[in-house]
């Protein structure tokens, strides 16, 4: 229900972006957000997008990413720039409606030094 698309391998500095289409049967979104697990550490939320268009970043990434959403497309954005070897990991898209949950199977972010 949740297809990701983008990610790859870029050069330190380099940009990429992933983006998440949802089915057409994921009703009353509430907020779609990007996570991300680097390998050996914990799951940890990289930017959101709530209903009304409110956007939230983790500090790590603020200034750098972008998450943006185009409704006639049922797909959100995120655009990421100054990438850093640091931003390595599987990104998961994820999807809050008023009564579920939905994850993205990940995609792959690799940014080499």
């Known amino acids: 229900q949740l297809v990701e698309s983008g990610g790859g391998v870029v050069q330190a500095g380099g940009s990429l972006s992933v983006s998440c289409t949802t089915s057409?049967?994921?009703?009353?979104?509430?907020?779609v957000a990007w996570f991300r697990q680097a390998p050996g550490k914990r799951r940890e939320l990289v930017a959101s997008?709530?209903?009304?268009?409110?956007?939230n970043y983790a500090d790590s990434v603020k200034g750098r990413f972008t998450i943006s959403r185009d409704g006639a497309k049922n797909t959100v954005y995120l655009q990421m720039n100054s990438l850093k070897p640091e931003d390595t990991a599987v990104y998961y898209c994820?999807?809050?409606?008023?009564?579920?949950?939905?994850w993205g199977q990940g995609t792959q972010v690799t940014v080499s030094s």
């Open positions: 994820y999807v809050r409606t008023v009564g579920d949950i939905y």
């Open positions: 057409g049967s994921i009703f009353s979104i509430n907020t």
């Open positions: 997008i709530n209903y009304s268009g409110v956007t």
